[in-house]
């Protein structure tokens, strides 16, 4: 099992930048698929991106303005976010899951989630 915490959400405006943050304790292994999904008020929880390995994933409102990527020695994981939009609201989780990456919510491990609000 591994446990997950996020850290790094807040409140920005239109066209700013955060960087989450996931730092992994337990059974990590850069060969454990990494994810991070996003929950808006009303909505389902939906992919944004993932890593395993050297390969990087990401759904295409995320292409072009976030980065995912890891620090193996600090088995943390990082979300890049730049250009954000009020519609990028939401909270944000981190996942863990063994094997590839998966756009859904099918991974074995949680972080409790960080929030990010974007206003206009």
């Known amino acids: 099992q591994v446990q997950l915490v996020e850290s790094g959400g807040g409140s920005v405006q239109a066209g700013g930048s955060l960087r989450l943050s996931c730092a992994a304790s337990g059974r990590t292994s850069i060969f454990v698929a990494m994810g991070w999904f996003r929950q808006a008020p009303g909505k389902e929880r939906e992919f944004v991106a993932g890593?395993?390995?050297?390969?990087?994933y990401y759904a295409e409102f995320a292409k072009g303005r976030f980065a995912i990527s890891r620090d193996n020695a600090k088995n943390t994981v990082y979300l890049q976010m730049n250009s954000l939009k009020p519609e990028d609201t939401a909270v944000y989780y981190c996942?863990?899951?063994?094997?590839?990456?998966?756009?859904?919510?099918?991974?074995?491990?949680w972080g409790q989630g960080t929030q990010v609000t974007v206003s206009s």
């Open positions: 890593i395993r390995g050297g390969a990087s």
């Open positions: 996942a863990a899951r063994d094997g590839v990456v998966s756009t859904t919510a099918d991974y074995a491990s």
